[in-house]
């Protein structure tokens, strides 16, 4: 009987070393799992706010050069010229303000008496401007529905004078230019 005590002990001794072998490469499996995991879980993460970061940063609008991303912000209106006969334009003359404001997302803003009046989308390019000698920057505006029936794109020429002025001309003939200063 004592033998026989003996072997069976001998076997559990056994048994038990596996079983505790095994209940540890399961422990470590579980800990490499979890730790694969946490692994994944903090690259998922880690991807998704360098998109947002991105996606925040990034610009909808590509510019020609450093010069047009000047037209960015908000534009007081002065004066406009032009026309078969020509006028000159204010908002004196006219009897009420305007501004316009550019976004970088490519999102064009109009305002009269600080109420918005409109919005829509433009591009900015380098193109031949009817006005300009060489190539100038054209703004050319989507969605312009009220300016022109046809659904031609309006585009207008840009130049600057400063950082803070601002000159727009409407690229058709007896049409108007515009003058602008930057709001602060």
């Given at each position: 009987?004592?033998?026989?005590?003996?072997?069976?002990?001998?076997?559990?001794?056994?048994?038990?070393?596996?079983?505790?072998?095994?209940?540890?490469?399961?422990?470590k499996n579980e800990i490499a799992i979890e730790m694969k995991s946490?692994?994944?879980?903090?690259?998922i993460l880690f991807i998704v706010l360098i998109s947002a970061f991105?996606?925040?940063?990034?610009?909808?609008?590509?510019?020609?050069?450093?010069?047009?991303?000047?037209?960015?912000?908000?534009?007081?209106?002065?004066?406009?010229?032009?026309?078969?006969?020509?006028?000159?334009?204010?908002?004196?003359?006219?009897?009420?303000?305007?501004?316009?404001?550019?976004?970088?997302?490519?999102?064009?803003?109009?305002?009269?008496?600080?109420?918005?009046?409109?919005?829509?989308?433009?591009?900015?390019?380098?193109?031949?401007?009817?006005?300009?000698?060489?190539?100038?920057?054209?703004?050319?505006?989507?969605?312009?529905?009220?300016?022109?029936?046809?659904?031609?794109?309006?585009?207008?020429?840009?130049?600057f004078f400063g950082n803070d002025t601002l000159f727009l001309s409407?690229?058709?003939?007896?049409?108007?230019?515009?003058?602008?200063?930057?709001?602060?």
């Amino acid at each position: 009987m004592q033998q026989l005590k003996k072997k069976y002990c001998q076997r559990f001794k056994k048994a038990e070393k596996k079983y505790k072998k095994f209940v540890g490469l399961i422990n470590k499996n579980e800990i490499a799992i979890e730790m694969k995991s946490q692994t994944v879980k903090i690259q998922i993460l880690f991807i998704v706010l360098i998109s947002a970061f991105m996606s925040a940063c990034r610009k909808d609008i590509t510019t020609p050069n450093s010069e047009s991303e000047k037209l960015f912000g908000k534009w007081t209106w002065v004066q406009s010229a032009g026309g078969i006969i020509p006028s000159e334009k204010s908002p004196k003359t006219e009897g009420y303000s305007s501004s316009i404001e550019f976004s970088d997302k490519g999102i064009y803003k109009t305002f009269k008496d600080g109420k918005q009046t409109d919005k829509m989308k433009y591009s900015l390019s380098e193109g031949k401007s009817i006005y300009l000698p060489g190539k100038g920057i054209i703004i050319e505006f989507k969605d312009v529905g009220l300016f022109d029936k046809d659904n031609t794109p309006l585009k207008q020429s840009m130049q600057f004078f400063g950082n803070d002025t601002l000159f727009l001309s409407e690229e058709c003939y007896d049409c108007y230019s515009h003058l602008y200063v930057r709001e602060k």
